[in-house]
């Protein structure tokens, strides 16, 4: 039996009303549809809808989201963006 998330893209830590728009353009009205996204590909996806290049700290407000639709008891220094930002830097 699969039990739906119930939490709103709202409630989710680090994501604002800019997000959400961000998430309204990307299609995304659901957490449970990030469960299976790529962050770095939802940034590419908005920056064509835009035609413009977004700030790089955009990737890491999707990981939180992400990671938090994967994990609802994510330890809540994940949930925040900056934590990723942290990952993302690292990794170059």
Known sequence: ??????????????VGPAFL?????LGITEVEQLVDK???ELVGELEQIRKQKLD?????????AI??????DLPKEKCIWHFWSRV?????
């Open 1 to 14: 039996m699969i039990i739906k998330d119930r939490r709103k893209l709202s409630d989710l830590v680090s």
């Open 21 to 25: 728009a961000d998430f309204d353009d």
């Open 38 to 40: 790529d962050a770095c």
């Open 56 to 64: 790089p700290c955009c990737e890491d407000v999707f990981r939180a």
């Open 67 to 72: 990671e938090q639709a994967k994990n609802p």
């Open 88 to 92: 993302r830097k690292r990794q170059f």
